[in-house]
């Protein structure tokens, strides 16, 4: 089973809103990982966050780490039309990094 | 830098052929991952190096693939026969630390084998 599971799978928002995207993990990690991929192209990493942070900020990206409940969430503010990708939370657990099946995220005009 | 290289970018090949799939890391970058994405299992990581040594290939499907790095600037993932179900994208990544530290991935391959 995924270490990582994002949630809302899909997500449809119009431009200038903002987005929010959940991740839950199953074990303990040192860190967690917030990636981008455009159609067709490779991951992009966005954000890293350690498990003694609880908020980190980059631009218009904002997450959090609630290691207490095991979930992180990446919010997108003011979102763009180049903002339309899939995100993927990925964790370090068991010597590995295990990346979720992602949130395809469309903006809308 | 380049960035992560791969190639070829498109690879569509006939059942039972070989494959063989070749990554340039970032320059400095000890480690390298390569990894396959579906649809239906999403990305798994199949192998990963550190100065050129193999150290956890746990996630390699089968003994029909293989993957090497004879230096540091250049890996292949090789499958042989290739399978139908092998049919996916295969992404090469380097970073300086395993998994503490951000993956610099490549443009990936997308693997067709009918």
């Known amino acids: 089973s995924q270490q990582g599971e994002e949630d809302p799978q899909a997500l449809s928002i119009q431009e200038g809103e903002n987005a929010t995207m959940n991740c839950s993990y199953k074990?303990?990690?040192?860190?967690l990982q917030w990636y981008r991929q455009n159609s067709g192209r490779g991951l992009v990493h966005l954000i890293l966050?350690?498990?003694?942070?609880r908020e980190k900020h980059s631009g218009r990206l904002r997450v959090t780490l609630d290691t207490s409940k095991k979930s992180s969430s990446l919010l997108i503010t003011a979102s763009r039309a180049a903002d339309t990708a899939s995100y993927f939370c990925?964790?370090?657990?068991?010597?590995?990094?295990?990346f979720g099946s992602g949130t395809r995220l469309s903006i809308r005009p | 830098d380049a960035g992560v290289i791969q190639s070829p970018r498109h690879e569509v090949t006939e059942m039972g052929q070989e494959v063989t799939l070749r990554c340039k890391p970032i320059s400095g970058h000890d480690y390298l991952f390569w990894y396959r994405q579906t649809m239906m299992r999403g990305l798994e990581l199949l192998i990963y190096f550190n100065n050129n040594v193999p150290i956890d290939d746990s996630g390699m499907p089968e003994d029909r693939f293989s993957a090497k790095m004879p230096n540091a600037s250049f890996s292949t993932l090789k499958i042989q026969p290739s399978e139908p179900r092998d049919s996916a994208v295969y992404f090469c990544?380097?970073?300086?630390?395993?998994?503490?530290?951000?993956?610099?991935f490549g443009p990936g391959t997308r693997l067709t084998v009918l």
């Open positions: 966050i350690r498990s003694n942070e």
């Open positions: 990544a380097s970073s300086t630390r395993p998994f503490t530290d951000t993956q610099y």
């Open positions: 074990t303990s990690i040192n860190n």
């Open positions: 990925a964790t370090d657990a068991s010597s590995k990094i295990i």
